[in-house]
C-alpha cells in the first residue's frame, strides 16, 4: 500500500503532471495513487524524487501482530 495519492495532495500537484515527469501514462499513475497496482521500487525511488520526500513517506507501514 502507498501514500502516493495523499502526498500529492499534501503538494497540490497533480497525478497527470508526476505521470508526465515519470514518463507512465496517467492510468498507471493513476493505479498507483489508487493503489490497484504497486510501482516496481526503482519507479517508487523516482517519484519519491521527483515529489522531494523521502521513500518512507510514500509507504504505508503495517503494524506487526
Given at each position: 500500500?502507498?501514500?502516493?495519492?495523499?502526498?500529492?495532495?499534501?503538494?497540490?500537484i497533480?497525478?497527470?503532471?508526476?505521470?508526465?515527469?515519470?514518463?507512465k501514462?496517467?492510468?498507471?499513475?493513476?493505479?498507483?495513487?489508487?493503489?490497484?497496482?504497486?510501482?516496481s521500487?526503482?519507479?517508487?525511488?523516482?517519484?519519491?524524487?521527483?515529489?522531494?520526500?523521502?521513500?518512507?513517506?510514500?509507504?504505508?507501514?503495517?503494524?506487526?501482530?
Amino acid at each position: 500500500m502507498n501514500r502516493i495519492k495523499d502526498v500529492l495532495e499534501q503538494k497540490g500537484i497533480k497525478q497527470k503532471w508526476l505521470a508526465d515527469q515519470l514518463g507512465k501514462s496517467y492510468n498507471m499513475l493513476n493505479s498507483y495513487a489508487q493503489n490497484r497496482r504497486q510501482p516496481s521500487l526503482e519507479d517508487l525511488y523516482r517519484i519519491a524524487e521527483i515529489l522531494d520526500v523521502e521513500v518512507k513517506e510514500l509507504l504505508i507501514e503495517r503494524k506487526a501482530h
